[in-house]
């Protein structure tokens, strides 16, 4: 930049202006010469004055004052002259370095002016501080929505100020190591977000900190109404999904209930049909029994008093094998006796699952429900060709009648004990277990609720489904052997009819129990529940 016409502090200078500065040290130079010679001169003319004639000794010394006095003009001319460079030169220079410094303080001042606009107009805060944590700076066009007045922050110390925003101060802690750092800062409503760097000298001395801070209200307002529309939407499909699932669970449950409700009308159907011969054949093997005890003593009273009967009769015995007959007769119809009784009570049984004509809620016989259950899983409890029998043991306890639905308590005790005879089937199968067993507790927890406990030594639940067991549809069963329906059915049943629970506990290679817990008395409950 262009200070003076005559100095340019951005160009070099002109030949004239060199000439100049170079000339007094030449005339210097020349006068110094000159001297030398004239005085060598002056002693040659003295030394042989003493030799020549007196007069042209006096000629000589008058020519050569004439000369000393030119050489004295000459020499005091250059020293004026020399005089005259040395002040130029340093007025010159002395100028041309104020002309430089006055430009270079105008270019900064410029510059300074600049920066500071840059700075106070900048959207962001841009704030410095000392290694003390005291503000040296605090610019920026969002200071005024800080609510923090320049003069009253500059000067005052970080831990005094954000004392109660700890991120901050760590944020700068962090500067003052030498790291950069980043943290959300809330003055008043705004937010904004901060980043820390370490102010660095000579030799990499930190000797402050200087910090930017962004304003990201906005950014936060949208990103939070954000949230909440994606948390909203969030909510409407898992309630949308909750209720598709409810849905098809309801679904599988009515298909259920309706298959068993057929099942139910079809082995009652059965059950009546069986139970009206079956009735009759023990009605009439009573009489029959009775008929062939009489003749057979009349055998007996008939020998003794003819022991010896005739030929033919003889001949009839023996083909009749009548000894055989009169010792396997009494055997036959006591089987026969076994058998219909056996027979109705299966009918009983059936009847007592199904319980068809006892919807209702009303008080029955817990251990009646789990003994019809195991007589009708019978089949699945006997010796297989690939696994043992699988043995039941019964420990009951005292119970009182409960009030529940039978039916469908008759149900959960059925889903808990097939599962049971699955794991079991599957554990010998692997070679796992050669002694599978069922053991059916039950109590009476205190005088409101009874309890009833079915475990087995089976494989046990492995970790990672164990909270699965009762969502509907899930199953570990192959397909077509398992729809997974049977514990989640179960589980309503005993908590949402029953108001009762329905838990389990299983371990790796140490088998599962589940336990049920129904209240004594369900109408006492109800009656509670709608006078609150």
Same mark, same amino acid.
């Given at each position: 930049?262009?200070?003076?016409?005559?100095?340019?502090?951005?160009?070099?200078?002109?030949?004239?202006?060199?000439? &100049?500065?170079?000339?007094?040290?030449?005339?210097?130079?020349?006068?110094?010469?000159?001297?030398?010679?004239?005085?060598?001169?002056?002693?040659?003319?003295?030394?042989?004055?003493?030799?020549?004639?007196?007069?042209?000794?006096? !000629?000589?010394?008058?020519?050569?004052?004439?000369?000393?006095?030119?050489?004295?003009?000459?020499?005091?001319?250059?020293?004026?002259?020399?005089?005259?460079?040395? #002040?130029?030169?340093? #007025?010159?220079?002395?100028?041309?370095?104020?002309?430089?410094?006055?430009?270079?303080?105008?270019?900064?001042?410029?510059?300074?002016?600049? &920066?500071?606009?840059?700075?106070? $107009?900048?959207?962001?805060?841009? /704030? #410095?501080? %000392?290694?003390?944590?005291? /503000?040296?700076?605090?610019?920026?066009?969002?200071?005024?929505?800080?609510?923090?007045?320049? %003069?009253?922050?500059?000067?005052?110390?970080?831990?005094?100020?954000? =004392?109660?925003?700890?991120?901050?101060?760590?944020?700068?802690?962090?500067?003052?190591?030498?790291?950069?750092?980043?943290?959300?800062?809330?003055?008043?409503?705004?937010?904004? $977000?901060?980043?820390?760097?370490?102010?660095?000298?000579?030799?990499?001395?930190?000797?402050?900190?200087?910090?930017?801070?962004? +304003?990201?209200?906005?950014?936060?307002?949208? @990103?939070?109404?954000?949230?909440?529309?994606?948390?909203?939407? !969030?909510?409407?499909?898992?309630?949308?999904?909750?209720?598709?699932?409810?849905?098809?669970? #309801?679904?599988?449950?009515?298909?259920?209930?309706?298959?068993?409700?057929?099942?139910?009308?079809?082995?009652?159907?059965?059950?009546?049909?069986?139970?009206?011969?079956?009735?009759?054949?023990?009605?009439?093997?009573?009489?029959?029994?009775?008929?062939?005890?009489?003749?057979?003593?009349?055998?007996?009273?008939?020998?003794?008093?003819?022991?010896?009967?005739?030929?033919?009769?003889?001949?009839?015995?023996?083909?009749?094998?009548?000894?055989?007959?009169?010792? %396997?007769?009494?055997?036959?119809? +006591?089987?026969?006796?076994?058998?219909?009784? =056996?027979?109705?009570? &299966?009918?009983?049984?059936?009847?007592?699952?199904?319980? &068809?004509?006892?919807?209702?809620?009303?008080?029955?016989?817990?251990?009646?429900?789990?003994?019809?259950?195991?007589?009708i899983l019978n089949h699945r409890l006997k010796e297989k060709q690939n696994c043992p029998t699988i043995q039941v043991k019964k420990e009951y306890g005292?119970?009182?009648?409960?009030?529940?639905?039978?039916?469908?308590?008759?149900?959960?005790?059925? $889903?808990?004990?097939? +599962?049971?005879?699955?794991?079991?089937?599957?554990?010998?199968?692997?070679?796992?277990?050669?002694?599978?067993?069922?053991?059916?507790?039950?109590?009476?927890?205190?005088?409101?609720?009874?309890?009833? =406990? @079915?475990?087995?030594?089976?494989?046990?639940?492995?970790? +990672?489904?164990?909270?699965?067991?009762?969502?509907?549809?899930?199953?570990?069963?192959?397909?077509?052997?398992?729809?997974?329906?049977?514990?989640?059915?179960?589980?309503?049943?005993?908590?949402?009819?029953?108001?009762?629970?329905?838990?389990?506990?299983?371990?790796?290679?140490?088998?599962?129990?589940?336990?049920?817990?129904?209240?004594?008395?369900? !109408?006492?409950?109800?009656?509670? =529940?709608?006078?609150?």
């Open positions: 930049m262009s200070l003076n016409p005559n100095f340019d502090s951005d160009s070099s200078p002109s030949r004239p202006q060199l000439f &100049l500065k170079w000339l007094p040290w030449l005339l210097l130079i020349l006068s110094l010469g000159v001297t030398w010679v004239v005085w060598q001169r002056t002693d040659r003319v003295s030394v042989s004055s003493t030799e020549l004639s007196t007069d042209y000794a006096e !000629r000589e010394l008058e020519k050569i004052k004439e000369q000393k006095s030119i050489l004295i003009l000459a020499n005091g001319l250059t020293i004026s002259c020399l005089l005259f460079g040395l #002040t130029w030169s340093i #007025t010159t220079t002395e100028y041309r370095a104020k002309a430089i410094a006055r430009g270079m303080n105008h270019e900064l001042s410029h510059k300074e002016q600049q &920066l500071r606009s840059i700075i106070t $107009n900048a959207p962001v805060l841009l /704030f #410095t501080l %000392d290694c003390h944590g005291i /503000f040296t700076l605090f610019e920026g066009k969002n200071v005024k929505l800080t609510s923090q007045k320049l %003069d009253g922050i500059l000067g005052l110390s970080i831990y005094d100020v954000y =004392r109660y925003q700890p991120q901050l101060l760590e944020a700068n802690n962090c500067a003052l190591r030498g790291e950069n750092a980043q943290a959300i800062a809330q003055f008043g409503d705004l937010t904004f $977000n901060t980043r820390w760097s370490p102010l660095k000298g000579e030799n990499d001395v930190i000797f402050g900190v200087i910090a930017v801070a962004t +304003n990201i209200t906005e950014r936060e307002k949208l @990103i939070t109404a954000l949230q909440k529309s994606e948390a909203k939407s !969030r909510e409407k499909a898992e309630k949308l999904q909750q209720t598709l699932n409810e849905l098809l669970e #309801t679904q599988s449950q009515l298909i259920q209930a309706e298959k068993l409700s057929s099942l139910g009308y079809l082995v009652a159907g059965i059950a009546h049909e069986v139970n009206n011969p079956i009735n009759f054949l023990q009605g009439n093997l009573y009489y029959t029994n009775n008929y062939a005890q009489g003749l057979l003593e009349l055998i007996n009273l008939y020998q003794q008093n003819f022991p010896i009967p005739g030929v033919e009769i003889s001949q009839k015995i023996d083909d009749l094998e009548l000894d055989f007959i009169i010792e %396997d007769l009494p055997k036959i119809l +006591n089987s026969m006796n076994i058998a219909t009784e =056996r027979i109705s009570e &299966l009918v009983k049984s059936l009847k007592n699952f199904s319980r &068809l004509d006892e919807a209702d809620m009303k008080p029955v016989d817990i251990h009646s429900g789990l003994d019809s259950t195991l007589l005292n119970l009182p009648e409960v009030e529940c639905y039978p039916g469908q308590l008759n149900q959960v005790f059925m $889903n808990i004990l097939v +599962n049971g005879i699955d794991a079991l089937e599957e554990s010998v199968s692997k070679g796992k277990n050669s002694n599978p067993e069922i053991i059916i507790f039950t109590e009476l927890g205190n005088e409101k609720i009874v309890r009833i =406990r @079915i475990k087995d030594n089976g494989p046990g639940i492995p970790e +990672n489904i164990k909270n699965k067991l009762f969502d509907p549809f899930f199953t570990t069963k192959p397909t077509g052997k398992g729809t997974g329906l049977g514990l989640s059915i179960s589980y309503n049943i005993v908590v949402e009819k029953h108001k009762g629970l329905l838990k389990f506990v299983s371990s790796p290679l140490q088998g599962t129990e589940f336990m049920i817990e129904i209240p004594i008395f369900q !109408r006492n409950l109800e009656a509670g =529940r709608s006078s609150q």
